[in-house]
Structures are given as structure tokens and as C-alpha cells.
């Protein structure tokens, strides 16, 4: 049970608000576990009751390590008048952990040993989440919690984020990291969870994912609404946008779907591939449930 993290039956409300819905999911260490969602999905909720931020209003989380989890949610909480040494001994004399050896490596570790008495409210972006990364490996945490690390960052921040996140696992550590960009954690994630309007609506490991067919069908037909109709009836997963009907189908079965709106005498304007964003697929009911 070392290193996991179980999420058994969680629900949260705020008011009238259910950020999350009866959401369970083991992750098993070590392990990057990518939370894909759109914006408002829950995803934030989600980590600060893994972090103990916040409490579930029914279920239970367990987390399987003596340390406390280290957490970056949201933007890091910098002294912006002070430097990002200053900044790391501030958390360390206040969690009594740590000195100033600890500080120096941590801020190695993280790329910023070269900003000197540089104040933090003077730091670009990437330099913040850096230092927003150093404060949460203070403590040495097994569990690390990241929220939209690489939102907003230039390319080579996030190739940094990128290494970093491979960095640590390799050192035994659990990365739950959220995004709503599937293509970014695609390349670092073992695991992955969708989140939906406070649902994990699918869960998938790196393999599963490859084998993911996320190609959707754009069928351009005389009589729209008709060819909807027959596809509906059929059972195809199907949707309109304006005059053209997108087929969220793997292709074998795109193309019986073809075949069925031709034989009930409709012409067939275009039928073609697009390729969407993984993230968008599943969200979108693609996959199969």
C-alpha cells in the first residue's frame, strides 16, 4: 500500500455545487497519473482532497505514505519581495524541515541555483513554477500533486516540466499531475483518468491509450437530419454540426455507418477522416464506455 493513493467513492459539494461526483480510483506508485479534464471539470477539486486541502463531503481518501504530500495547485504562493532561496528557508523553518544545504539543492535541482538575490516577483512564468516545484519537494514527498504545471509556459519550460516530472518518477515518487491538454501528458503519463462534469468517466494505461482509435468521420449528405436519424437507430455514435454529421466511430465500424445511410437512398456528399485531440474524443463520448 506504500506510495498508492485510494480514492474510494468521493463526492464534493460546495452549496449547490457537485464538483465531484462519486469518483473511485487506486493509484498505484510510482507512477505519473495524468487527470485530463476540461476547465471546471474538477480536476483541482480532485487534487486538493488528495493533498488534504480540502475534504470530501461523502467518501474516503486514502494515501499510503507517513510524509505529506507535496503540492503545487493553482500558483504557487511566493514572497515576491524575496529571493527564491529566501522563499524555500521561509517553508523549511515552518515545516522544520530542511536548511540551507537542503534550499541550495533543491533549487539546483529545479534550474534556479543562477538566480542569486533575484526577487520572485521579478521572475518570468517558468521561473515561478520552478521555484513552485521547489517549495513542493520540500520534505522530500513521495506524493506530488500538480496542478496545470505546464499551463501557459514557452516550449522550453515545459520540456523542463516534461524531464522533471520522468526525474522524479525514477526516484520512486507519485506524480498525480492534471491538464486539459491530453497530447502534453501523453508523453510522460502511465496512467491516465478523464474527468468529466465531476465523473471519471474512463481510465486507461499508456498502451491502452496507443490503441485508442480517436478518429472522428465528417459525413456531408443531402438530407442531414434524415441520415442522423438512421445512424441513431442503428446505434452509431453520432452528432450534428450545422450540415455535416460526425461519425465518433473507430473506422470498420465508420464505414458500416456509411453503408447504412447509403442503402436508405442518400446521397453522399464527402465522407472523410479528421484526426481531433485525444482529450476531446473521450470527453466527447468516443470511446467506448
Known amino acids: 500500500m506504500e506510495n498508492t493513493v485510494i480514492i474510494d467513492r468521493v463526492t464534493k459539494q460546495y452549496k449547490k455545487c457537485t464538483a465531484i461526483n462519486d469518483v473511485s480510483a487506486t493509484i498505484r506508485g510510482p507512477v505519473?497519473?495524468?487527470?485530463i479534464g476540461k476547465n471546471g471539470a474538477g480536476k483541482t477539486?480532485?487534487?486538493k482532497m488528495i493533498g488534504g486541502i480540502a475534504s470530501p463531503t461523502l467518501g474516503k481518501i486514502s494515501v499510503g505514505t507517513k510524509k505529506p504530500a507535496g503540492v503545487l495547485i493553482e500558483t504557487p504562493g511566493l514572497f515576491t519581495h524575496l529571493d527564491a532561496r529566501d522563499n524555500l528557508l521561509i517553508k523549511m523553518r515552518m515545516t522544520g524541515i530542511g536548511g540551507e544545504a537542503e534550499a541550495d539543492r533543491l533549487l539546483e535541482k529545479v534550474g534556479l541555483s543562477g538566480v542569486g538575490k533575484k526577487k520572485a516577483g521579478a521572475f518570468s512564468l517558468g521561473m515561478k513554477q520552478?521555484?513552485?516545484i521547489a517549495l513542493a519537494l520540500v520534505g522530500d514527498p513521495d506524493l506530488i500533486l500538480l496542478d496545470e504545471p505546464v499551463n501557459g509556459l514557452?516550449?522550453?519550460?515545459?520540456?523542463?516540466?516534461?524531464?522533471f516530472l520522468k526525474e522524479l518518477r525514477s526516484e520512486g515518487k507519485t506524480i498525480i499531475v492534471s491538464s486539459h491538454l491530453l497530447g502534453e501528458l501523453s508523453k510522460v503519463s502511465d496512467r491516465y483518468?478523464?474527468?468529466?462534469?465531476g465523473r471519471l468517466i474512463k481510465e486507461l494505461n499508456a498502451t491502452e491509450l496507443n490503441h485508442e482509435d480517436s478518429s472522428v468521420f465528417s459525413l456531408s449528405v443531402d438530407m442531414t437530419a434524415t441520415a442522423a436519424d438512421i445512424l441513431i437507430k442503428e446505434g452509431y455514435k453520432v452528432s450534428v454540426e450545422g450540415n455535416l454529421i460526425l461519425i465518433r466511430e473507430k473506422?470498420?465500424?465508420?464505414?458500416?455507418?456509411?453503408?447504412a445511410v447509403l442503402s436508405g437512398g442518400i446521397v453522399v456528399k464527402e465522407f472523410k477522416k479528421y484526426e481531433v485531440a485525444l482529450e476531446e474524443f473521450f470527453l466527447a463520448g468516443g470511446?467506448?464506455?
Open 130 to 132: 520552478r521555484l513552485g
Open 287 to 289: 470511446a467506448e464506455q
Open 32 to 35: 505519473i497519473y495524468g487527470l
Open 45 to 47: 477539486t480532485l487534487l
Open 154 to 163: 514557452d516550449p522550453e519550460g515545459i520540456v523542463f516540466i516534461r524531464d
Open 251 to 259: 473506422e470498420e465500424r465508420a464505414s458500416r455507418a456509411l453503408a
Open 193 to 197: 483518468g478523464f474527468l468529466e462534469n
